[in-house]
């Protein structure tokens, strides 16, 4: 899939292209393989990759708990259908099917326009 400092980038590009109007920091850390995206409402976004193709979306709307939403594949132990993709919901974090697969080209379109339905 590359490696998780090119597809940080490719996220970082991505993004900044279509929300730029709204972010008021955007950053990578490589020794964490970390993008982190904050918006001008104080929401936050974490992306991150490893080298065993791993993938994180995580999207903070504020500090209240559970008041998050996180698309992953760090593990594969729930039964859906999308395995090992998934989705934790916001607040219960419940775990249902994801639409993301861990690839930016694909995936970063889908982040953004659940970005802009529920931020903007």
Known sequence: MGDPLSR???CRSIIFDALKDDITEITIDSS???LKVVFSIGSILYIRFNEFDEYGYQLIYTKK??????????DDK???KS?????HTRYNGEIIESPMIGV?????????KIIKKSLF
């Open 65 to 74: 708990k559970g008041d998050f939403i996180r698309f992953d594949n760090f």
């Open 83 to 87: 395995k090992p993709n998934h989705y």
């Open 78 to 80: 729930w039964e859906i």
């Open 104 to 112: 930016p080209s694909k995936d970063m379109q889908k982040l953004i």
């Open 32 to 34: 964490v393989y970390q």
């Open 8 to 10: 940080l980038k490719e």
